[in-house]
């Protein structure tokens, strides 16, 4: 099960692959089930939590924080939060909306979770709680204008549904795709590793370098080392040709732990849970859950 697998790892993001996809449900879900015994920080790369999606003006799921977790938010939404709370940090990590604040839960209530804004400070807040906590629980964002990644945590539930997109094999093909940079090899250094056989891109791969790679005859038999899956922004088919012909591999990587689904899009669409729940699974080769049902595909 889902919360068994989670408890082998120190954190984990939960990866919306699209707003309204279910990640705040499947945060909730983790929260609500994890023991009463495990020792929980939760925080989100971003903005999360607002009663009302600010770009689809559709109802979103509140994050609800039960008593002992320890959590980090921005000033603003701390002096928001419908909790009682200790604080326990004001950090000099600068967000968007004032300091980074750390507090631990007194009394069960809910918040707006909005965190660190860079991979750097999302790190740094991590190590702070390392020490303090079984388990930290990240609301992850693919967002392009976010600077942080999920992929810095130690495992990952990515969370996928009809707001992506409201055809079943389209949906699959597209989810399938994002494990397979999700699951990139991480990079191994070895004394057989020869700088002159990489290609290291520390910033965006685009479809521009990556053809660039696939024009250049000195380039052929080189491995590309990216920083992480988030740094992707290639068309799919010039993808699949890329990697047919060059190894690629990651600096920080994620275990895939399952993909939850969420059939329903905002409006009003619904897929059949049970066979997009079996579709996936045999795509992936994961488990697929639909929270909103518990269905569970091993």
């Not at 709370?85 to 604040?101: C, F, H, M, N």
């Not at 597209?174 to 940079?181: A, D, E, G, Q």
């Amino acid at each position: 099960m889902l919360i068994e697998e989670l408890l082998h790892y120190k954190s984990c993001s939960v990866v919306g692959l699209e707003k309204n996809t279910g990640k705040t449900v499947c945060l909730n879900y983790l929260l609500q089930h994890l023991p009463q015994t495990t020792r929980v920080a939760v925080t989100s790369i971003g903005l999360d939590g607002e009663r009302r999606d600010q770009v689809t003006g559709t109802h979103k799921p509140e994050i609800t924080l039960r008593r002992d977790t320890l959590f980090a938010t921005s000033e603003k939404h701390y002096r928001q939060r419908r909790l009682v709370s200790e604080l326990t940090d004001i950090t000099d990590i600068p967000t968007a909306l004032g300091r980074l604040i750390t507090a631990r839960v007194l009394i069960e209530g809910q918040v707006i979770l909005s965190g660190a804004p860079s991979t750097a400070d999302l790190r740094r807040w991590m190590d702070s709680v390392e020490n303090k906590v079984d388990l930290i629980l990240v609301d992850g964002a693919l967002s392009r204008m976010s600077l942080a990644s999920p992929a810095i945590s130690q495992s990952m539930i990515l969370a996928t549904g009809a707001a992506y997109s409201a055809n079943i094999d389209t949906l699959v093909r597209k989810t399938k795709y994002l494990v397979s940079l999700i699951q990139l090899p991480l990079y191994q250094e070895t004394a057989h590793h020869d700088e002159e056989q990489l290609i290291r891109i520390h910033g965006a791969v685009t479809d521009r370098v990556l053809e660039q790679i696939l024009n250049d005859p000195s380039a052929r038999s080189k491995e590309l080392v990216i920083q992480d899956f988030t740094r992707v922004f290639a068309d799919e088919m010039l993808w699949h040709r890329f990697t047919r012909q060059h190894a690629v591999s990651q600096m920080q990587r994620s275990q895939l732990l399952a993909i939850t689904v969420n059939p329903i899009a905002p409006n009003g669409m619904t897929l059949d849970s049970e066979l997009l729940c079996a579709r996936m699974s045999e795509a992936v080769n994961l488990p697929v859950y639909d929270l909103m049902k518990i269905n569970t595909v091993p």
